[in-house]
C-alpha cells in the first residue's frame, strides 16, 4: 500500500466465550483490506486487546484495557452470546463497559461507529446458564433503543455482516466507492437477461403419467418427516430453556421485593426475553407445521396409490409407522412442556404493559404450537389406520 492512505482501526470487544469469532473478524478485516483496501487507498486495522494492549500493573485487567485503547478506535464491534462477562469495578462486565466508553465518545460528538453482534445464544460453544443468559437478554434491550445491533447463528453470517457494515462505514466517509467496489461487493450486473421460457406449452402434456409415483411420495414423505423431526429437536430445549430463564426471572423478582427500580429492570428484561422466545418459537411452530403437512399428505397419497396399484409390500411401511409413532409421541411431550409455562404467565400480575403484550405474545406462539401438535397427531392417527389396513 502507498504511504499516503487513510487508515481506521476498528475496536474488537466481547466476552471471553467469543474466541473463534473474534478472529473470525479479525481475519475478514484483513481480507476486506485485500480486497478493496489496497485498490481504494484505505486500510482498517483490527484493535483487540489480546494483541494490542501491553503488559502493565494496575488496579483490575479491565482499567488496563480502557485505559490503553481509550479513543484510539473508529469503528467499534461489539459481540456477545451466552455470557456477559467478568464485572468490573463500574460495570456488569468488561464488554458493557467498552460498549459504554464508545457510546460516551459518539454523544460527545467523535465520530464513532458502533455496531453489537449477537449469536443465537443455542449455538454457544460454551455452557448456557440462566443467570448469565438473562445479563445478557437485559443488556440486549438497553441498547436496543440505539437499533445498532444485529444477530447471527453461524460465523460466516457475523463476517458477512461485519463486512457489509464497514463497507458502508468506509462509503460514508471516504465518499461514494469505486464502480469497480460497487460491482465486487454489490453483484451488479449490466448484462442482459434471458427472457423467461415459455410454459403454457407444456401445461396440456400434463397427464396422470407426469403425477408423483410411489417412490416420489416416499422420498417427500421421509424428507418431510426428517424436516419436522429437526423442528421438533429444536423446539424442546428452546421450551424448556425458557422455563428455566421464567423461574430464575420470577426468583429475582422475589428478591427485590421492595426495589421498585430494580424489579422493573427485572420485567422489562423478561418482558424482553419473552418477546424475543415468542418470535423465534413462532417461526419454528409455523415451519414444522408446514413440514409436517407435506410429509402427512405425501403418505396419504403413497398409501391411497399402493393400495390402488397393489405395491404395498414395495414401500417399507412399517419404518415409516414407526417413524410417525416417534413423531407423534415428540408432538405430545412438546405440547405437555409447554403447558404448564401457560399456566404459570397466565397468572402473571399486570405489572407493566411490556411485561402484558410479551406474556400475549408468548401464549399466541404456544397456541400454534398446541393447535399442529393436536391437528398432527389426529393426522397421524387416521394415516396410522390406513397403514394398518394395507397388507404389508
Known amino acids: 500500500m502507498p504511504s499516503n492512505i487513510t487508515r481506521y482501526t476498528a475496536f474488537i470487544s466481547s466476552p471471553s466465550d ?36 501491553s503488559p502493565e500493573t494496575g488496579s483490575d485487567p479491565q482499567s488496563i484495557i480502557s485505559s490503553q485503547i481509550g479513543g484510539s478506535y473508529d469503528f467499534f464491534v461489539g459481540l456477545m452470546c451466552a455470557r456477559f462477562g467478568t464485572p468490573t469495578s463500574q460495570f456488569g462486565s468488561g464488554t458493557e463497559e467498552e460498549f459504554h466508553n464508545a457510546l460516551t465518545r459518539q454523544r460527545n460528538g467523535e465520530r464513532v461507529s458502533i455496531h453489537f453482534f449477537f449469536k443465537e445464544p443455542r449455538n454457544s460453544a460454551v455452557p448456557i446458564t440462566a443467570e448469565e443468559l438473562i445479563k445478557v437478554q437485559e443488556f440486549k434491550s438497553t441498547i436496543s433503543n440505539f437499533s445498532i445491533y444485529k444477530e447471527f447463528s453461524e460465523i460466516a453470517d457475523l463476517q458477512r455482516a461485519v463486512r457489509l457494515t464497514l463497507l458502508h462505514f468506509i462509503k460514508e466517509r471516504e465518499g461514494e466507492r469505486s464502480e469497480s467496489l460497487s460491482a465486487n461487493e454489490l453483484g451488479t450486473d449490466t448484462g442482459a437477461r434471458s427472457p423467461a421460457p415459455d410454459q403454457t406449452a407444456f401445461a396440456d402434456q400434463v397427464d396422470e403419467e407426469d403425477t408423483p409415483g410411489l417412490l416420489d411420495l416416499a422420498l417427500d414423505a421421509e424428507e418431510g418427516m426428517e424436516n419436522f423431526s429437526l423442528h421438533l429437536d429444536e423446539m ?46 413462532s417461526v419454528s411452530a409455523e415451519l414444522a407445521r408446514e413440514r409436517l403437512e407435506v410429509a402427512l399428505d405425501s403418505l396419504e397419497s403413497m398409501i391411497a396409490l399402493s393400495i390402488r396399484d397393489g405395491s404395498e409390500d414395495s414401500i417399507g411401511f412399517p419404518n415409516q409407522l414407526q417413524l410417525l409413532l416417534m413423531l407423534k409421541e415428540g408432538m405430545i411431550n412438546l405440547e405437555k412442556a409447554v403447558t404448564p409455562i401457560n399456566a404459570a404467565i397466565a397468572g402473571y400480575p399486570r405489572l407493566t404493559k411490556e411485561l402484558n403484550i410479551a406474556r400475549r ?13 393436536e391437528s398432527g397427531a389426529t393426522k397421524i392417527e387416521g394415516i396410522e389406520l390406513m397403514m394398518r389396513g394395507a397388507s404389508f
Open 361 to 373: 405474545n408468548v401464549l399466541a406462539a404456544h397456541d400454534k404450537i398446541s393447535h399442529f401438535c
Open 236 to 281: 424442546n430445549p428452546s421450551v424448556l430453556a425458557f422455563k428455566a430463564v421464567l423461574e430464575v426471572a420470577l426468583d429475582r423478582l422475589e428478591r427485590a421485593k421492595g426495589d421498585k427500580k430494580g424489579s422493573r429492570r427485572i420485567i422489562n428484561g423478561l418482558a424482553f426475553q419473552m418477546n424475543t422466545y415468542a418470535r423465534e418459537i
Open 18 to 53: 467469543l474466541k473463534d469469532e473474534r478472529a473470525a473478524v479479525r481475519a475478514e478485516i484483513e481480507k476486506l483490506n485485500d480486497d478493496f483496501g489496497s485498490n481504494e487507498n484505505w486500510e482498517v486495522r483490527p484493535l483487540m486487546w489480546e494483541h494490542d494492549v
